[in-house]
């Protein structure tokens, strides 16, 4: 079990919440956990957990707080999914790519130096690959992230390995923008791409309906020798 910490923003606007859990010895490395339009809710929670308990230290920011501090909803009730939507909508990537930073800071000092890696999920795959492109986390995982074929002209930028877990059936996700990802990426040695045959949007969720055991299994234990090599 973690507990929330403080950090400040880097635009001096405030200051937001990560739930941080350590590892029972020295970490490893540092791994920034990425949330999805649900907020830091118990599953971004227990991924932190998980990755504390493989010995990293793990941050997951709160970053929609300049819209609703501590939000936490749940992907299967309906309502909630309209309200996360809503909130996606509202969100300033930017300012959330810079709140990533300010974190991969905050876990560099936590660690007295030492590498940080980033892994984010929906929204978070996307930021997380914004991440790998704008900030010095020193390498990134990104899960069914939305949006991303418009983003590949950045890509040149990349400077550290970066890993992208894509479900074919993502219904956020056609199979034309799927294409262009990998017409973008397939040729550059930094980035290592998965394709997940038949499955959908969320597939990794920690748990609830969109949960696909095998494939969450398979993705997260190549996240883990992603990590465990670049880390």
Same mark, same amino acid.
């Given at each position: +079990?973690? =507990?929330?910490?403080?950090?400040?923003?880097?635009?001096?606007? &405030?200051?937001?919440? =990560? !739930?941080?859990?350590?590892?029972?010895?020295?970490?490893?490395?540092?791994?920034?956990?990425?949330?999805?339009?649900?907020?830091?809710?118990?599953?971004?929670?227990?991924?932190?957990?998980?990755?504390?308990?493989?010995?990293? %230290?793990? %941050?997951?920011?709160?970053?929609?707080? @300049?819209?609703?501090?501590?939000?936490?909803?749940?992907?299967?009730?309906?309502?909630? +999914?309209?309200?996360?939507?809503?909130? +996606?909508?509202?969100?300033?990537?930017?300012? &959330?790519?810079?709140?990533?930073?300010?974190?991969?800071?905050?876990? @560099?000092?936590?660690?007295?130096? &030492?590498?940080?890696?980033?892994?984010?999920?929906?929204?978070?795959?996307?930021?997380?690959?914004?991440?790998?492109?704008?900030?010095?986390?020193?390498?990134?995982?990104? !899960? !069914?992230?939305?949006?991303?074929?418009?983003?590949?002209?950045?890509? =040149?930028?990349?400077?550290?390995?970066?890993?992208?877990?894509?479900?074919?059936?993502?219904?956020?996700?056609?199979?034309?923008?799927?294409?262009?990802?990998?017409?973008?990426?397939?040729?550059?040695?930094?980035?290592?791409?998965?394709? !997940? =045959? /038949?499955?959908?949007? /969320?597939?990794?969720?920690?748990?609830? @309906?969109?949960?696909?055991?095998? /494939?969450? @299994? %398979?993705?997260?234990?190549?996240? +883990?020798?992603?990590?465990?090599?670049?880390?």
């Amino acid at each position: +079990m973690g =507990a929330d910490i403080t950090i400040a923003s880097a635009d001096q606007h &405030g200051s937001f919440a =990560a !739930y941080c859990a350590e590892p029972a010895a020295r970490p490893k490395a540092a791994i920034v956990v990425i949330q999805e339009i649900f907020g830091v809710n118990a599953g971004m929670r227990s991924k932190c957990d998980e990755w504390a308990a493989a010995g990293y %230290l793990a %941050l997951a920011p709160d970053l929609f707080w @300049r819209l609703e501090p501590g939000i936490e909803l749940d992907p299967d009730v309906p309502e909630q +999914m309209q309200r996360a939507l809503g909130l +996606m909508g509202r969100f300033d990537q930017k300012l &959330g790519v810079a709140d990533i930073d300010a974190t991969i800071r905050a876990a @560099r000092a936590r660690l007295g130096g &030492g590498k940080v890696g980033s892994v984010g999920f929906c929204l978070g795959g996307r930021l997380a690959f914004m991440t790998a492109l704008e900030t010095s986390v020193d390498a990134s995982v990104c !899960y !069914y992230g939305v949006g991303l074929d418009g983003l590949l002209a950045g890509a =040149a930028r990349l400077s550290h390995p970066l890993l992208l877990h894509i479900p074919t059936a993502d219904h956020f996700v056609p199979p034309a923008a799927q294409q262009a990802i990998h017409a973008g990426l397939d040729g550059n040695p930094l980035v290592t791409l998965h394709d !997940y =045959a /038949g499955l959908d949007h /969320g597939f990794a969720a920690q748990s609830g @309906r969109r949960r696909n055991e095998q /494939g969450a @299994r %398979l993705a997260d234990g190549r996240t +883990m020798e992603f990590f465990a090599r670049h880390l």
